[in-house]
Protein backbone atom coordinates (compact mmCIF):
# COMPACT_ATOMS: atom_id res chain seq x y z
CA UNK A 1 0.00 0.00 0.00
CA UNK A 2 1.20 3.59 -0.65
CA UNK A 3 2.57 5.53 2.03
CA UNK A 4 3.88 9.02 3.04
CA UNK A 5 7.44 7.63 5.13
CA UNK A 6 10.08 10.20 6.56
CA UNK A 7 13.27 9.21 7.97
CA UNK A 8 13.04 11.70 11.20
CA UNK A 9 15.99 14.18 11.57
CA UNK A 10 16.80 13.89 8.01
CA UNK A 11 15.21 16.93 6.09
CA UNK A 12 14.39 15.83 2.25
CA UNK A 13 13.85 12.04 3.08
CA UNK A 14 9.88 12.36 2.65
CA UNK A 15 8.41 10.16 0.22
CA UNK A 16 5.68 8.38 -1.22
CA UNK A 17 6.47 4.84 -1.37
CA UNK A 18 5.22 1.03 -1.17
CA UNK A 19 4.74 -0.41 1.98
CA UNK A 20 3.64 -3.82 3.50
CA UNK A 21 0.00 -3.79 4.70
CA UNK A 22 -0.54 -2.23 8.33
CA UNK A 23 0.84 -5.46 11.03
CA UNK A 24 -2.16 -6.83 13.27
CA UNK A 25 0.37 -5.86 16.45
CA UNK A 26 -0.63 -2.75 15.29
CA UNK A 27 -4.61 -3.03 17.07
CA UNK A 28 -7.36 -5.41 16.42
CA UNK A 29 -9.44 -2.76 14.03
CA UNK A 30 -8.46 -2.17 10.06
CA UNK A 31 -9.52 1.26 8.97
CA UNK A 32 -9.42 2.41 5.07
CA UNK A 33 -7.90 5.93 5.36
CA UNK A 34 -10.10 8.97 4.24
CA UNK A 35 -7.99 12.02 4.79
CA UNK A 36 -4.71 13.53 7.04
CA UNK A 37 -4.77 17.06 7.74
CA UNK A 38 -0.77 18.77 7.64
CA UNK A 39 0.18 20.99 10.62
CA UNK A 40 3.24 22.57 11.53
CA UNK A 41 4.99 19.13 13.23
CA UNK A 42 4.05 17.57 10.05
CA UNK A 43 6.34 20.47 8.64
CA UNK A 44 8.87 20.48 11.24
CA UNK A 45 9.23 16.83 10.86
CA UNK A 46 9.93 16.80 6.94
CA UNK A 47 12.39 19.44 7.57
CA UNK A 48 14.48 17.57 9.71
CA UNK A 49 14.13 19.50 12.94
CA UNK A 50 11.52 17.04 15.03
CA UNK A 51 10.15 13.19 14.85
CA UNK A 52 11.06 9.88 15.82
CA UNK A 53 11.25 6.68 13.99
CA UNK A 54 9.67 3.50 15.29
CA UNK A 55 12.56 1.48 17.59
CA UNK A 56 14.56 -0.75 14.76
CA UNK A 57 13.49 1.06 11.89
CA UNK A 58 14.91 4.33 10.04
CA UNK A 59 11.76 5.85 8.45
CA UNK A 60 8.12 7.14 10.19
CA UNK A 61 4.97 7.05 8.47
CA UNK A 62 4.20 11.01 8.86
CA UNK A 63 0.84 12.17 10.00
CA UNK A 64 -1.42 12.44 12.84
CA UNK A 65 -4.93 14.19 12.02
CA UNK A 66 -6.23 11.15 10.86
CA UNK A 67 -9.65 10.32 9.62
CA UNK A 68 -10.67 6.89 8.32
CA UNK A 69 -13.81 4.44 7.09
CA UNK A 70 -13.23 1.31 9.54
CA UNK A 71 -13.04 -2.04 6.78
CA UNK A 72 -12.87 -4.65 9.76
CA UNK A 73 -13.69 -3.58 13.39
CA UNK A 74 -12.44 -6.71 14.87
CA UNK A 75 -13.95 -8.54 18.08
CA UNK A 76 -14.08 -5.69 20.31
CA UNK A 77 -17.72 -5.03 19.19
CA UNK A 78 -17.99 -1.18 19.89
CA UNK A 79 -17.66 -0.68 16.09
CA UNK A 80 -18.84 -1.95 13.10
CA UNK A 81 -17.75 -1.93 9.45
CA UNK A 82 -18.27 1.57 7.88
CA UNK A 83 -17.86 3.56 10.84
CA UNK A 84 -16.12 6.95 10.95
CA UNK A 85 -13.34 7.09 13.26
CA UNK A 86 -10.09 9.17 13.91
CA UNK A 87 -7.31 8.00 15.71
CA UNK A 88 -6.12 9.22 19.21
CA UNK A 89 -2.41 10.24 18.66
CA UNK A 90 -0.28 9.71 21.67
CA UNK A 91 0.14 6.26 23.72
CA UNK A 92 0.69 6.43 27.33
CA UNK A 93 4.55 5.62 28.53
CA UNK A 94 5.66 2.34 29.72
CA UNK A 95 6.49 3.24 33.07
CA UNK A 96 3.73 4.55 33.69
CA UNK A 97 4.32 8.00 34.85
CA UNK A 98 1.49 8.44 37.92
CA UNK A 99 -0.30 10.74 34.89
CA UNK A 100 -0.18 8.46 32.23
CA UNK A 101 -0.84 6.04 35.08
CA UNK A 102 -4.65 7.19 35.42
CA UNK A 103 -4.97 7.74 31.46
CA UNK A 104 -3.96 11.60 31.58
CA UNK A 105 -0.72 10.80 29.02
CA UNK A 106 -1.36 14.65 27.38
CA UNK A 107 0.01 15.03 31.19
CA UNK A 108 2.82 13.10 31.00
CA UNK A 109 5.99 13.76 33.66
CA UNK A 110 8.87 11.50 32.22
CA UNK A 111 8.55 12.31 28.62
CA UNK A 112 8.70 8.54 27.04
CA UNK A 113 4.88 8.89 25.52
CA UNK A 114 5.07 7.67 22.33
CA UNK A 115 2.81 9.47 19.26
CA UNK A 116 1.66 8.58 16.30
CA UNK A 117 3.12 10.09 12.96
CA UNK A 118 5.64 12.07 15.63
CA UNK A 119 7.05 9.94 17.96
CA UNK A 120 7.85 5.98 17.59
CA UNK A 121 4.68 4.90 16.33
CA UNK A 122 3.78 4.91 12.40
CA UNK A 123 1.35 8.04 11.86
CA UNK A 124 -1.90 7.64 9.71
CA UNK A 125 -1.01 8.82 6.02
CA UNK A 126 -0.82 5.55 4.54
CA UNK A 127 -3.82 4.05 2.72
CA UNK A 128 -4.73 1.34 5.44
CA UNK A 129 -3.93 1.13 9.02
CA UNK A 130 -4.45 0.15 12.33
CA UNK A 131 -5.46 0.88 15.64
CA UNK A 132 -6.24 -0.12 19.36
CA UNK A 133 -10.20 -0.35 19.49
CA UNK A 134 -10.13 2.22 22.77
CA UNK A 135 -7.88 4.55 20.76
CA UNK A 136 -10.24 4.78 17.80
CA UNK A 137 -12.85 7.85 18.21
CA UNK A 138 -15.63 6.91 16.21
CA UNK A 139 -17.20 10.11 15.17
CA UNK A 140 -20.61 11.53 13.88
CA UNK A 141 -21.25 10.75 10.57
CA UNK A 142 -22.82 13.38 9.14
CA UNK A 143 -19.53 15.43 9.78
CA UNK A 144 -17.81 13.18 6.91
CA UNK A 145 -14.18 15.03 5.91
CA UNK A 146 -15.18 17.41 8.43
CA UNK A 147 -13.99 14.89 11.20
CA UNK A 148 -10.28 15.49 9.73
CA UNK A 149 -10.09 18.56 12.12
CA UNK A 150 -11.14 15.85 16.13
CA UNK A 151 -7.57 15.83 16.66
CA UNK A 152 -7.10 20.23 16.43
CA UNK A 153 -10.00 20.30 18.04
CA UNK A 154 -8.84 18.02 21.04
CA UNK A 155 -5.77 20.67 21.76
CA UNK A 156 -8.48 23.45 22.29
CA UNK A 157 -10.62 21.66 24.12
CA UNK A 158 -7.92 20.25 26.68
CA UNK A 159 -6.46 24.20 26.33
CA UNK A 160 -10.41 24.94 27.64
CA UNK A 161 -10.66 22.66 29.84
CA UNK A 162 -7.20 23.82 31.40
CA UNK A 163 -8.74 27.61 31.79
CA UNK A 164 -11.79 26.84 33.19
CA UNK A 165 -9.69 24.57 36.02
CA UNK A 166 -7.43 27.24 36.80
CA UNK A 167 -10.10 30.02 36.37
CA UNK A 168 -12.48 28.10 38.94
CA UNK A 169 -9.70 28.35 41.82
CA UNK A 170 -11.96 31.45 42.94
CA UNK A 171 -15.16 33.41 42.09
CA UNK A 172 -15.03 33.64 38.20
CA UNK A 173 -17.27 34.74 35.72
CA UNK A 174 -15.18 35.12 32.61
CA UNK A 175 -17.02 37.58 29.88
CA UNK A 176 -14.61 38.08 27.30
CA UNK A 177 -12.04 35.74 25.69
CA UNK A 178 -9.18 36.77 23.38
CA UNK A 179 -7.49 34.14 20.91
CA UNK A 180 -4.11 35.24 19.39
CA UNK A 181 -3.79 33.60 15.81
CA UNK A 182 -6.36 32.88 13.47
CA UNK A 183 -4.85 29.42 11.77
CA UNK A 184 -6.57 26.12 12.68
CA UNK A 185 -5.91 26.12 16.30
CA UNK A 186 -6.87 29.74 16.70
CA UNK A 187 -10.26 29.38 14.90
CA UNK A 188 -11.29 26.52 16.63
CA UNK A 189 -10.67 28.09 20.14
CA UNK A 190 -12.67 30.72 18.74
CA UNK A 191 -15.48 28.44 18.03
CA UNK A 192 -15.39 26.46 21.46
CA UNK A 193 -15.03 29.68 23.30
CA UNK A 194 -18.18 30.95 21.55
CA UNK A 195 -20.11 27.25 22.29
CA UNK A 196 -19.08 28.36 26.12
CA UNK A 197 -21.33 31.74 25.69
CA UNK A 198 -18.18 34.10 25.73
CA UNK A 199 -17.48 37.33 23.95
CA UNK A 200 -14.51 36.14 21.90
CA UNK A 201 -12.20 38.78 19.41
CA UNK A 202 -9.77 37.14 17.69
CA UNK A 203 -6.49 38.82 16.63
CA UNK A 204 -4.47 37.69 13.36
CA UNK A 205 -2.20 39.56 11.07
CA UNK A 206 -4.37 38.75 8.11
CA UNK A 207 -6.13 41.69 6.39
CA UNK A 208 -7.88 39.74 3.71
CA UNK A 209 -8.26 36.03 3.27
CA UNK A 210 -11.09 33.72 4.53
CA UNK A 211 -10.01 34.68 8.26
CA UNK A 212 -11.75 37.92 9.14
CA UNK A 213 -15.34 36.37 7.50
CA UNK A 214 -14.84 32.67 9.36
CA UNK A 215 -14.09 34.93 12.74
CA UNK A 216 -17.36 36.90 12.42
CA UNK A 217 -19.49 34.50 11.35
CA UNK A 218 -18.95 32.31 14.65
CA UNK A 219 -20.22 35.69 16.02
CA UNK A 220 -16.73 36.82 17.17
CA UNK A 221 -15.03 40.24 16.60
CA UNK A 222 -12.05 40.32 14.14
CA UNK A 223 -9.09 42.32 15.08
CA UNK A 224 -5.56 42.85 13.26
CA UNK A 225 -2.75 44.68 14.77
CA UNK A 226 -1.44 44.25 18.24
CA UNK A 227 -3.25 43.04 21.87
CA UNK A 228 -2.11 46.44 23.13
CA UNK A 229 -4.15 48.42 21.16
CA UNK A 230 -7.71 46.17 21.80
CA UNK A 231 -9.02 48.70 24.29
CA UNK A 232 -9.94 46.25 26.70
CA UNK A 233 -8.85 43.39 29.27
CA UNK A 234 -9.60 39.79 27.85
CA UNK A 235 -11.01 37.30 30.92
CA UNK A 236 -9.36 34.59 28.68
CA UNK A 237 -7.09 34.81 26.26
CA UNK A 238 -5.90 31.32 24.39
CA UNK A 239 -2.13 32.42 22.80
CA UNK A 240 -2.25 30.50 19.64
CA UNK A 241 0.82 31.85 17.49
CA UNK A 242 4.00 30.78 19.66
CA UNK A 243 5.12 34.63 18.48
CA UNK A 244 7.88 36.21 21.65
CA UNK A 245 5.49 39.52 21.02
CA UNK A 246 2.67 38.60 20.89
CA UNK A 247 2.99 36.25 24.12
CA UNK A 248 4.25 39.18 26.22
CA UNK A 249 1.58 41.43 25.05
CA UNK A 250 -0.88 39.32 26.37
CA UNK A 251 0.70 38.77 29.72
CA UNK A 252 0.38 42.76 29.88
CA UNK A 253 -2.85 42.86 28.46
CA UNK A 254 -4.71 40.12 30.44
CA UNK A 255 -7.89 41.24 32.93
CA UNK A 256 -7.30 40.71 37.01
CA UNK A 257 -8.08 37.23 37.80
CA UNK A 258 -7.48 36.42 34.01
CA UNK A 259 -5.88 33.60 32.84
CA UNK A 260 -3.16 32.91 29.64
CA UNK A 261 -3.04 29.95 28.44
CA UNK A 262 -0.02 29.08 26.23
CA UNK A 263 -0.79 26.55 22.72
CA UNK A 264 1.48 28.12 20.05
CA UNK A 265 5.14 26.60 20.16
CA UNK A 266 8.01 28.96 18.66
CA UNK A 267 10.70 30.37 19.55
CA UNK A 268 12.55 34.06 19.69
CA UNK A 269 10.94 37.38 19.44
CA UNK A 270 12.35 40.49 19.63
CA UNK A 271 13.40 41.52 23.53
CA UNK A 272 11.33 43.71 24.37
CA UNK A 273 12.84 44.81 27.55
CA UNK A 274 10.07 43.24 30.31
CA UNK A 275 12.34 42.26 33.09
CA UNK A 276 11.04 39.21 34.78
CA UNK A 277 10.27 40.55 38.39
CA UNK A 278 8.43 43.34 36.63
CA UNK A 279 6.04 40.50 34.90
CA UNK A 280 6.27 38.56 37.90
CA UNK A 281 4.70 41.93 39.44
CA UNK A 282 1.95 42.25 37.48
CA UNK A 283 0.97 38.74 37.38
CA UNK A 284 1.35 38.69 41.09
CA UNK A 285 -0.42 41.61 41.81
CA UNK A 286 -3.43 40.81 39.64
CA UNK A 287 -3.83 37.23 40.22
CA UNK A 288 -3.29 36.22 36.90
CA UNK A 289 -2.35 32.59 35.81
CA UNK A 290 -0.35 31.86 32.78
CA UNK A 291 -0.87 27.98 32.16
CA UNK A 292 0.37 26.41 29.04
CA UNK A 293 -1.18 23.40 27.78
CA UNK A 294 -0.08 20.54 24.90
CA UNK A 295 -2.12 17.38 23.35
CA UNK A 296 -5.28 15.81 24.73
CA UNK A 297 -6.32 12.80 26.68
CA UNK A 298 -9.64 10.67 25.83
CA UNK A 299 -11.90 12.99 28.20
CA UNK A 300 -10.82 15.78 25.59
CA UNK A 301 -10.83 13.42 22.82
CA UNK A 302 -14.95 12.64 23.47
CA UNK A 303 -15.34 16.54 24.51
CA UNK A 304 -14.02 17.48 21.48
CA UNK A 305 -15.92 15.55 19.12
CA UNK A 306 -19.65 16.70 20.86
CA UNK A 307 -17.98 19.97 19.98
CA UNK A 308 -17.31 19.44 16.49
CA UNK A 309 -20.79 17.52 16.37
CA UNK A 310 -22.65 20.66 17.61
CA UNK A 311 -20.63 22.95 15.41
CA UNK A 312 -22.00 24.51 11.91
CA UNK A 313 -21.18 22.01 9.07
CA UNK A 314 -20.64 25.12 6.39
CA UNK A 315 -18.42 26.89 8.90
CA UNK A 316 -16.23 24.08 9.45
CA UNK A 317 -16.04 23.21 5.84
CA UNK A 318 -14.28 26.55 5.23
CA UNK A 319 -11.59 25.39 7.62
CA UNK A 320 -10.60 22.80 4.69
CA UNK A 321 -8.84 25.15 2.68
CA UNK A 322 -7.31 22.85 0.11
CA UNK A 323 -7.40 19.04 -0.21
CA UNK A 324 -4.65 17.43 -1.78
CA UNK A 325 -3.73 13.84 -3.00
CA UNK A 326 -1.07 11.47 -1.50
CA UNK A 327 1.09 12.08 -4.93
CA UNK A 328 0.89 15.92 -4.18
CA UNK A 329 1.97 15.79 -0.73
CA UNK A 330 4.88 18.11 -0.93
CA UNK A 331 2.20 20.73 -2.45
CA UNK A 332 -0.02 19.78 0.89
CA UNK A 333 3.14 20.99 3.06
CA UNK A 334 4.07 23.63 1.50
CA UNK A 335 1.64 27.18 3.05
CA UNK A 336 -0.03 29.06 0.86
CA UNK A 337 -1.39 32.39 2.29
CA UNK A 338 -4.78 32.01 2.31
CA UNK A 339 -4.26 27.91 3.39
CA UNK A 340 -6.46 27.23 6.93
CA UNK A 341 -6.03 23.38 7.01
CA UNK A 342 -4.71 21.50 4.03
CA UNK A 343 -5.56 17.60 3.55
CA UNK A 344 -4.25 14.98 2.20
CA UNK A 345 -6.94 13.00 0.41
CA UNK A 346 -6.45 9.20 0.47
CA UNK A 347 -9.46 7.67 -0.51
CA UNK A 348 -13.44 9.26 -1.58
CA UNK A 349 -16.28 9.27 1.57
ZN1 LIG B 1 3.80 9.33 31.39
Known amino acids: MKAITVEPHKPETTHLEDIPEPDPSGGSVLVEALAVGVCGTDV ?23 LG ?19 IVRRPDPVPCPSCAVGEWDMCRNGRYTERGIKEIDGFMSERWRIEPEYAMKIDSSLGLLGVVLEPTTVVTKAWEQVVTVGQRAFWEPQTALVTGAGPIGLLAALVARQHGLDVHVLDRAQSGPKPALVRALGATYHTGIVADLGFQPDVIVECTGAGDVIADAIQAIAPGGVV ?18 VASNVVLRNNVVVGSVNANKRHWYKAAQALARADRAWLACLVTRRVPPEDFLSALNRQPDDIKVVIEFAQL
Not at 47 to 63: D, E, I, M, S
Not at 70 to 87: K, R
Open 44 to 66: EIVKGKYGWAPRGRTRLVLGHES
Open 69 to 87: RVLDPGPSGVLEAGDLVVG
Open 261 to 278: CLTGVGSGGRAIGLRTAD
